[in-house]
Nanobody, 117 residues
């Protein structure tokens, strides 16, 4: 099993920045990718970004490309999501997820991000 704990959410004005963290523990050696997803009120959960556990490759949703950066320090079992130039439409609960092969099977509890206009 893998446990994921997110932190770093909060309230920020439009144009501001936040950095989310996701600390992984347990059988982290089983992970192939780590991802960030978000869910806004009344909407389905959507993909935001993902990074290979080795940190060698990453991918982003078009809506955040150029504004968000996903990273992982090689010495830490922690994945970060640096969010810049935040917009009100980025408001959502952000979830960290761990992927084994092609399926995200481990999920954190979520952290709220609110961007005010």
């Amino acid at each position: 099993q893998v446990q994921l704990v997110e932190s770093g959410g909060g309230l920020v004005q439009a144009g501001g920045s936040l950095r989310l963290s996701c600390a992984a523990s347990g059988r982290t050696f089983s992970l192939h990718f780590m991802g960030w997803f978000r869910q806004a009120p009344g909407k389905e959960r959507e993909f935001v970004a993902a990074i290979s556990w080795s940190g060698g490759s990453s991918t982003y949703a078009d809506s955040v490309k150029g504004r968000f950066t996903i990273s992982r320090a090689s010495t830490e079992a922690t994945v970060y999501l640096q969010m810049n130039s935040l917009k009100p439409e980025d408001t959502a609960v952000y979830y960290c997820a761990g992927r084994v092969f092609s399926t995200y099977i481990y999920w954190g509890q979520g952290t709220q991000v609110t961007v005010s206009s």
